[in-house]
């Protein structure tokens, strides 16, 4: 088997040998060892969203979107209409879920390079009094915007609804706060920011948010207060536990805690963005964001619109060279995007930078001949 690439992607991404060394030993779902693995794991999470014992973490069998729908459909009734902020796919993909499960939906969508305007939410909240909570991506990991959730999350308590966020990209580096920020849910996974491996997502809100709305998840699975009611009575999930995933997560969060938290965490991955950026700058790449919407998660690059240019070539040819890099997303401009999240750091960015001139010139040199 040959080596595995870096993955310079937004998750499943680059994990240390020892997260992935944890997956070695085969767990029993219903060991007192695991239970207990699991449920510390479980209060981790809730004490890394600044959230206190109000709230629980329900965590999930299931990729990040299996967290959004369940936050969706166990959080709201189908007469309570939610409010989507949208400013690239991953916001569309909660107006998706909500059609698809029987919510009714307002979308307020901008453009995937600019953010929502707090006073235009402020306005659509009083005028419609239905409006009963506000969906809202953390990072669009489309583009890699940072939306600005502390001033998202004012303007929806001032109104005095509910704050549903899809942390997916950020949580574990970028600052969720439940308690400060007015948060009232938070849908993450193991697999991005927390650098463990994918198969397990979780929502962290109140247990009071749970238990009114009993019974009104359109889904056996997705079903937040029945999968909370099951792990907070016996530690035991309700369904077969992704048992290697959660002993990596453990062991990533242990990671995270030698690290210094989420704040050494963002410090690194924002000195891992700055090197990307202006290495790429330098051999004449430009972002498609401004830069002060830029999270330093995954950073959209302009594709050249130069004879030169292929993605697929320059996907290949860094492939070759160990790293792998991620296809655009964004609607109206072509892109390619570079994650600067996960065990790596400015060095390997430094490496990849190296890679990435030599391929340019080859390309270029290529087109001459
Ligand atoms: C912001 C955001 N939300 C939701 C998702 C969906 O997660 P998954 O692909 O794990 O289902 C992603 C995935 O990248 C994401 O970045």
Redesign the pocket.
């Known amino acids: 088997m040959s080596e595995a690439p870096i993955l310079l992607t937004?998750?499943p991404l680059t994990t240390s040998a020892r997260v992935k060394a944890a997956m070695q030993r085969d767990w029993g779902s219903r060991d007192p060892g695991f239970v207990a693995l699991s449920t510390r794991t479980v209060e981790r999470l809730r004490t890394l969203a600044g959230a206190d014992e109000s709230c629980v973490c329900v965590p999930l069998q299931g990729?990040?979107?299996f967290a959004?729908e369940a936050m969706l459909g166990s959080l709201t009734r189908p007469d309570e209409r939610i409010l989507v902020l949208a400013n690239g796919a991953?916001g569309r993909?909660i107006v998706e879920i909500c059609r698809r499960i029987g919510r009714q939906v307002e979308v307020y969508e901008v453009a995937e390079t600019q953010t929502h305007d707090p006073a235009e939410i402020a306005r659509r909240l009083e005028l419609d009094p239905g409006l009963a909570a506000v969906a809202a991506?953390h990072?669009?990991?489309t583009s890699g915007l940072l939306n600005p959730v502390p001033e998202i999350a004012a303007v929806v308590a001032r109104a005095g609804r509910r704050l549903l966020l899809?942390s997916?990209?950020g949580f574990g580096a970028l600052p969720v706060d439940m308690s400060g920020m007015d948060i009232a849910a938070v849908a993450a996974?193991s697999n991005k920011c927390l650098q463990g491996v994918p198969g397990l997502s979780f929502v962290i809100c109140r247990r009071a948010d749970l238990g009114t709305r009993k019974g009104v998840a359109p889904s056996l699975v997705l079903d937040l207060e029945a999968q909370a009611q099951g792990i907070e009575a016996d530690g035991q999930w309700r369904f077969t536990p992704p048992t290697h995933v959660v002993a990596a997560l453990s062991e990533a969060l242990d990671e995270l805690d030698e690290e210094g938290g989420p704040e050494a965490r963002l410090a690194r991955y924002s000195r891992n963005c700055r090197t990307l950026v202006d290495g790429m700058a330098a051999l004449g790449f430009e972002t498609a964001l401004d830069p002060a919407r830029q999270a330093p998660v995954i950073v959209s690059f302009r594709e050249p619109g130069e004879a030169w240019f292929d993605f697929t070539t320059f996907y290949d040819a860094l492939c070759a060279r160990g790293f792998a890099i991620y296809a655009g997303k964004m609607r109206d401009v072509g892109t390619f995007r570079v994650g600067t999240i996960g065990a790596i750091d400015s060095i390997v960015i430094e490496r990849f930078l190296d890679c990435a001139r030599a391929v340019v010139t080859e390309m270029k040199q290529k087109l001459i001949r």
Do not use: I, K
């Open positions: 937004p998750g990729s990040g979107t959004v991953y993909r991506v990072c669009e990991t899809d997916m990209s996974s």
